[in-house]
């Protein structure tokens, strides 16, 4: 069965970089999500991209972050100048064109990143 | 905004008992409801969703839930627990015009005992 897949699946970096995950949904998809989790809180909606731009955003998702769809495959989520409270787990997401809005979410396994 | 509440942050029972994980959710209309799964290390696993029709809801690896309007709840249950069915158990919520903008519970922890 076709994948969502994220790398890497850890990054640790200092406050202060930018830093780039990457995801690559499956094939088929056309709308894709980033979700984040911070260690033993809930998973939380972060953004939603469709044809090429961002179709919504949660207030968590600042000017410090941004998404791209640099070719036909991968969905980058780019943090600028990371702090400590962007550590947590990454999941990158996306669902099935034509069912679209009424698709379950299939989920990659995540990228941890690791703020220091 | 919509909100998911699982009442329960960690919940044991031995192998082979019953099991019953609760949530709730608040919203106006009639949500899409999902119950997903998560290994240590692991994304997230589908094991149903409830979107209209039949409340009584079948998944994966022999798990179901139940979709009472009365009682704002979707509770997932199992008949009996096997092992490899420790993990975290998430409930989400989602519009009707939006399932990827999911809202997910606080999760419900799962420890098999022997």
């Known amino acids: 069965e076709p994948e969502v897949t994220q790398t890497p699946s850890h990054q640790v970096t200092q406050m202060g970089q930018e830093v780039i995950l990457r995801c690559v949904p499956i094939s088929n998809h056309l709308y894709f999500y980033w979700y984040r989790q911070i260690l033993g809180q809930k998973v939380e909606f972060l953004v939603s991209?469709?044809?090429?731009?961002?179709?919504?955003k949660s207030e968590i998702f600042d000017d410090q972050f941004s998404v791209e769809r640099p070719d036909g495959s991968n969905f980058t989520l780019k943090i600028r100048s990371t702090k400590l409270e962007d550590s947590a787990m990454y999941f990158c997401a996306s669902n099935v064109p034509g069912q679209g809005d009424n698709s379950p979410l299939h989920f990659g396994n995540g990228t941890r990143l690791t703020v220091t | 905004a919509q909100s998911v509440t699982q009442p329960d942050i960690h919940i044991t029972v031995s192998e082979g008992a019953s099991l019953e994980l609760r949530c709730n959710y608040s919203?106006?209309?009639?949500?899409?409801l999902f119950w997903y799964v998560q290994s240590p290390g692991q994304g997230l696993q589908l094991l149903l969703k409830?979107?209209?029709?039949?409340?009584l809801v079948q998944g994966i690896k022999g798990f179901e839930a139940e979709f009472k309007r009365s009682q704002s709840s979707f509770n997932l249950r199992k008949p009996s627990v096997h092992w490899s069915d420790a993990a975290e158990y998430f409930c989400?919520?989602?519009?009707?015009?939006?399932?990827?903008?999911?809202?997910f519970g606080d999760g419900t922890t799962l420890t098999v005992k022997p």
């Open positions: 409830y979107f209209s029709g039949d409340t």
């Open positions: 991209f469709y044809n090429n731009e961002i179709s919504e």
């Open positions: 919203y106006g209309a009639t949500p899409y």
């Open positions: 989400a919520v989602a519009l009707n015009t939006n399932a990827g903008k999911s809202t």
